[in-house]
């Protein structure tokens, strides 16, 4: 089944059945009769075809299902705006926010433009806010859309997460984890510790996406990724993100073999100083520490006329012209052994780096997860012992 699949309001009746223990309790809590309230954790089982809740003796007891379900169920209620939020309004707003348009989101998901509109201004009336706003012929969330659509995001995440735990419980492994993949861990780090995952647990599904700090961190807030690796962030002041270092890189002076300065032993900062460099855009680490290099050596910084973060665009780039640039040698270890690349051996790079694992502060992994965090680690140190 889809995380979609679930009725918000079912789920708001399951947990009051759990923590209240009552069948009673919770339908005066809802405003239903106990019958109804039955038949809610009846349709659940049904849907999820699992025992949530024993009923045997007149004694009512969440089973090792429910118990997992609930935990998992709370988290995502907690993460929407009202209680009155439907799944259906959670499927438009979501559809609405990446088709740009009414018609365009109707159709994805199999309505009337009037209908999806209908359900999002139902949505707006009952949080009293205003999540759209129209711009030509479509229409752009507004801020406070943005902070609803984040919770309905949380809280699928949230329902995935516990549907993986209930399959788990069946003895059936399987799961999913998302993760950003900053430059640097994509280099030897995440890809050891996928590929010894994927031999152990082949339905588990790792969902990769490559991008830079900035083009990652919000959509792990947002709950489509569950971790980042690559350089950690020591100017992150929110409370919301969790830094756990993995190892320390140790950057160096890479250029074109050929290089005037390749060859040459003692080559002194104020010598690198002198050529023009291809380097990240700022304020990423690497290029704020390179720069603080310059400026303890009390040097003018050199020219950076070209910016960027790709290991593949710098190799080119570098094999065509006369500039530097700074990599870990983990990244290149391909191009020098092909005699592409090579290190210039010059003062020590006082840019030493962590680089780490980031996830949102409220993140609870399923067991499988916790297991690829375990093997991301084990990899980590293995790179280390290596070096």
């Not at 012209?321 to 391909?334: D, F, K």
Request: charge should be positive; proline fraction near 5%; hydrophobic fraction near 45%.
């Amino acid at each position: 089944m889809d995380v979609t699949d679930f009725n918000i309001r079912h789920l708001r009746v399951f947990t009051l059945v759990h923590d209240f223990q009552s069948f009673t309790r919770a339908a005066e809590a809802m405003h239903l009769t106990q019958p109804a309230v039955s038949q809610v954790i009846s349709r659940l089982e049904r849907l999820l075809a699992c025992k949530l809740i024993d009923r045997a003796g007149g004694h009512v007891q969440a089973t090792a299902y429910g118990t997992a379900l609930a935990a998992r169920a709370r988290n995502a209620l907690q993460s929407l705006v009202d209680d009155r939020v439907t799944m259906a309004q959670i499927r438009a707003l979501r559809a609405l926010a990446n088709a740009g348009t009414y018609a365009s989101a109707a159709s994805q998901l199999g309505l009337s433009a009037p209908s999806l509109h209908r359900c999002v201004r139902e949505l707006g009336l009952s949080t009293g806010k205003a999540i759209v706003t129209k711009r030509g012929r479509g229409v752009v969330i507004s801020d406070d859309g943005r902070k609803i659509l984040r919770g309905f995001s949380l809280a699928l995440a949230e329902l995935g997460a516990g549907l993986s735990e209930l399959k788990a419980l069946d003895g059936r492994e399987i799961g999913r984890i998302t993760i950003g993949a900053m430059p640097l861990s994509r280099a030897r780090v995440l890809p050891c510790a996928v590929a010894t995952f994927h031999r152990e647990h082949r339905d588990f599904e790792i969902a990769v996406t490559e991008g830079s700090y900035g083009e990652l961190i919000e959509p792990m807030r947002d709950g489509d990724l569950d971790i980042l690796v690559g350089a950690m962030r020591y100017t992150i002041t929110d409370d919301d993100i969790i830094q756990t270092p993995l190892f320390e890189d140790q950057p160096a002076v890479f250029a074109r073999a050929g290089h005037p300065l390749a060859g040459r032993s003692n080559v002194t900062i104020a010598q690198l100083a002198d050529h023009a460099w291809v380097m990240p855009q700022r304020p990423t680490p690497l290029r704020m520490r390179w720069e603080a290099m310059f400026h303890k050596a009390g040097l003018a910084l050199p020219q950076v006329p070209v910016a960027s973060g790709s290991v593949l665009f710098i190799r080119e780039v570098l094999r065509q012209s006369e500039l530097l640039t700074v990599l870990s040698p983990h990244q290149v270890v391909t191009e020098r052994q092909a005699g592409m690349l090579v290190p210039i051996n010059g003062p020590a790079m006082q840019i030493n780096r962590n680089i780490g694992l980031m996830h949102r502060r409220n993140w609870q992994p399923t067991p499988l997860q916790k297991r690829f965090l375990e093997n991301l680690k084990t990899a980590a140190q293995a790179d280390i012992a290596e070096q």
